[in-house]
């Protein structure tokens, strides 16, 4: 058995696999247009991400280089309609994600978890995917952010569970593969594709490079986390799911004070955000509370644009500096704690 084995994950089996003859390393591609020039105006970069729990939540750093202040440290929390937009149950880490993807870039559906209205006139076919129709009519009483939110995440669980295999489903005890959740994964002007990652190589810090990219431009990223080979077989393949969310606007946007890139990582089984950076995922050997307790990035859900992922490409999305991006920022409510 080969040195360091205890480290190995089916992320890195698979990641170490697909690099032979992945002529695509670059960080993004020269031309290739963000969904935030090529689509529609990202109206619903909300403050989850681009307007901020991390704006207020302090910077520095401590001995180790670590960004500090509690979106680092603690977390900040995030609320919609006064709950906490947490996963409902350990199978939907994958669902909450999704949907929090979904209402950053969608206002019809960030202004329905918020405070359950729809747009007056909005077309049947306008309507967001992710509310059930069940909850389209009627008030839903006591506890009704909550109650759509988790109702919200059932039904996507239900989407990315159909033709998982084939035309068979996947296993509701399993949560979400990165496949499906690829699929599902909906934004304006973009799509997505999985990809498995080692977190010991450089093309981990390639791929992480992009999904920091993609941050920035205004564009949530869905990350995959678990542990190694060191804490068993059922703990070295995709566990847990994160978004890494839009950084707040201003200068040095996703950057800390020393300009080294910052994800801010929605983790949804403590519905607070993250800040982590980039260089901190890369080799890890510690569990970390953004990424759910566990110690690796496994997978990254990168977007692509509209075009190359209907051609079968992958034309990753470039940087951009979309500062500007701003967008409706009240239909997600982050609270920095007091």
């Known amino acids: 058995m080969p040195a360091g084995w205890r480290r190995l994950s089916l992320g890195t089996v698979l990641a170490r696999l ?83 993807l979904a209402a950053t870039g969608d206002p019809a559906l960030a202004t329905w978890l918020e405070d359950g209205r729809l747009p007056d006139g909005l077309a049947p076919h306008r309507v967001p995917p992710e509310i059930p129709p069940a909850l389209l009519t009627g008030p839903l009483g006591p506890g009704a952010a909550a109650r759509r939110v988790g109702a919200a995440q059932v039904r996507i669980k239900e989407r990315t569970s159909a033709r998982a295999l084939g035309k068979l489903s996947w296993p509701a005890s399993y949560g979400t593969p990165p496949w499906t959740a690829a699929r599902e994964a909906r934004f304006p002007g973009v799509r997505y594709r999985g990809r498995p990652l080692d977190d010991t190589s450089a093309r981990a810090a390639v791929l992480l490079a992009r999904a920091h990219a993609a941050t920035v431009a205004g564009i949530p990223v869905p990350l995959y986390t678990g542990g190694d080979l060191g804490g068993g077989p059922a703990t070295a393949v995709p566990r847990h799911v994160v978004l890494a969310v839009p950084p707040p606007p ?64 992958s034309a990753d999305l470039a940087p951009a500096d979309t500062a500007g991006q701003g967008g409706r920022a009240g239909s997600h409510r982050a609270e920095e704690e007091s």
């Open 18 to 100: 697909t690099a032979f003859g992945d002529a695509d390393t670059g960080v993004g591609a020269p031309g290739v247009a963000t969904a935030v020039g090529a689509a529609t105006p990202i109206s619903a970069a909300t403050r989850l991400g681009a307007a901020g729990p991390t704006a207020r939540s302090g910077g520095g750093s401590g001995p180790t280089g670590s960004p500090v202040g509690s979106a680092a440290r603690d977390g900040v929390p995030v609320t919609l309609g006064g709950a906490p937009v947490r996963q409902v149950d350990p199978t939907t880490c994958g669902s909450a994600v999704l949907l929090m």
């Open 250 to 313: 201003g200068p040095g946007r996703g950057h800390d004070e020393h300009g080294r890139p910052v994800l801010h990582l929605y983790e949804p089984s403590s519905a607070r955000v993250y800040r982590v950076l980039v260089a901190e995922l890369l080799g890890r050997t510690e569990p970390s509370r953004a990424l759910g307790g566990w110690t690796h990035v496994s997978w990254v859900v990168l977007p692509t644009t509209d075009g190359a992922a209907a051609a079968g490409g």
